[in-house]
């Protein structure tokens, strides 16, 4: 069984995936994972799906990133980087994971994927987020700090 870490990473690839397609042959993209051997179906299913999910929010997480960032746009930002902002963006937002593993977990996959800098700028973007969240949220802080 992978770990929650191995599927975030395999839906990032494909949400890169379907960024770069415009969301167009979702059917290539999904048979992409359907190729990766570690992981079960179920497993790439629930990849997929994050992917998927997180790429049909993408308006409302770029919206928010360019209040926060207006100089970075998403059209300006690197793929590597913009995906993940787009999938943290969601993770953070829905609740699937406790906001501040959404987090370090964009951030890890930015130091993966991304550039130099690209860890500090989705630090900085989510970490903006995460607080707009955190004073939303009954008890004023975030649940959680593990997956």
């Known amino acids: 069984m992978a770990a929650p870490k191995a599927i975030r990473r395999l839906a990032f690839q494909a949400l890169f995936q379907l960024d770069a397609r415009g969301g167009a042959d979702d059917g290539a993209v999904r048979q992409t994972l359907d190729d990766s ?13 994050l992917a998927l999910a997180a790429y049909e929010a993408r308006d409302k997480a770029d919206r ?11 059209h300006r930002q690197a793929a590597a980087d913009r995906t993940a902002l787009r999938l943290g963006y969601f993770e953070l937002t829905t609740g699937r994971v406790p906001p501040k593993v959404a987090v370090s977990q964009a951030v890890e996959l930015a130091r993966t994927f991304g550039g130099e800098k690209s860890p500090a700028f989705v630090n900085g973007l989510l970490d903006r987020v995460l607080k707009r969240v955190a004073a939303e949220m009954p008890s004023g802080s975030p649940a959680g700090e593990s997956e």
């Not at 051997?37 to 799906?49: C, G, H, I, L």
């Not at 928010?64 to 998403?74: D, I, N, R, S, V």
């Open 37 to 49: 051997e570690k992981f079960t179906d179920a497993e790439r299913d629930k990849a997929y799906a």
């Open 64 to 74: 928010e990133f360019a209040l926060l960032a207006p100089q970075w746009p998403a």
